[in-house]
């Protein structure tokens, strides 16, 4: 058995897969804020009550929203702040009395993407998370490229290609750095964008229906949104040239995305055909806590 924690900053979600993928057990506590002796608490609390609750006792695997670096083990990048500088792997292990795999939580989703899911069979998939943040993951050949610094797949802290006039100045980020990716894509950058040019404050959802209900101004939102996300995926693809990218996040909810990426994207490609398929998740928000599970295969 496979137990996967998904360790957010707002809940801790568990789930408990058998041999064959099939889910035993999935359940979920509210995260404990800013207290990181409460946060392992729960967490081992949680995988202690699925195995009492399932009879038998499982691999471990913990997605979180960081990394833990590869030379101290401590862990970094994290915006559930109470985690940084903590080892966190080596305390788990110690109240769990196992060994317990952590990866950053996109690269879980987009190992459960790549292993069962929307990226079965590819050789190559890149992961997308379009949420409160731009992050990334990588899977080749049915594993997790972590990287030498921990950080494969993050791209959405390089700079925006190819700025143009809409995209100038170019905001600050929280990583001390302008212009990045994650500045123009995220959701609340959508919903800034959309308000710089309009006056008027909608989320993603909102801006979404109205477009598809004709609205000009929201349709030239998501046109500018999606010509950024091509020109940004095109910088991916020419890199790693993945089979398929798989959307995640909020913002995979925009149906109209997988429509319109590959005109966006294509032109920035350099290849004269463009075969990389751009989809939504098969396991939606369950992605991040299958692939936490995953890191035992
Ligand atoms: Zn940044």
Not at 101 to 121: I, Y
Not at 141 to 166: D, F, M, R, S, V
Request: include cysteine; glycine fraction near 14%; charged fraction near 20%.
């Amino acid at each position: 058995m496979r137990i996967g924690v998904d360790l957010g900053g707002t809940k801790i979600e568990v789930i408990a897969l058998a041999a064959d993928g099939r889910e035993l057990l999935r359940r979920r506590l509210p995260t404990p804020q800013g207290d990181y002796v409460a946060t392992i608490a729960a967490v081992a609390g949680l995988v202690k009550a699925a195995e009492s609750e399932l009879g038998r006792r499982g691999s471990v695997g913990i997605g979180i929203p960081g990394a833990e670096s590869r030379a101290s083990g401590l862990i970094k990048n994290a915006n559930s702040t109470c985690l940084i500088g903590r080892p966190l792997r080596t305390d788990l292990e110690a109240l769990l009395q196992r060994e317990v795999r952590l990866a950053n939580d996109a690269n879980c989703f987009t190992l459960s993407e790549a292993a069962d899911g929307a990226g079965r069979g590819a050789e190559v998939v890149f992961g997308v998370i379009l949420g409160t943040g731009v992050g990334g993951g990588i899977v080749a050949h049915g594993h997790i490229l972590a990287g030498a610094n921990a950080i494969a797949g993050e791209w959405g802290h390089n700079p925006l290609p190819l700025p143009q006039a809409a995209d100038l100045p170019l905001p600050a980020c929280y990583c001390g750095r302008r212009g990045c990716i994650e500045t123009y894509l995220c959701g609340p950058a959508l919903t800034r964008d959309h308000a710089q040019q309009t006056g008027e404050t909608l989320d993603p959802a909102e801006i979404d229906q109205r477009a598809s209900a004709g609205d000009a101004t929201c349709e030239a939102t998501l046109q500018r949104y999606e010509a950024r996300l091509g020109r940004a995926l095109a910088g991916v693809i020419n890199l790693l040239d993945p089979q398929v990218i798989v959307l995640g996040g909020g913002l995979s909810n925009l149906q109209r995305l997988y429509r319109n990426l590959p005109a966006c994207c294509g032109p920035h490609v350099f290849s004269d055909v463009f075969y990389t398929r751009i989809v939504p998740p098969a396991h939606g928000d369950s992605s991040g806590v299958r692939g936490a599970a995953w890191l035992w295969d």
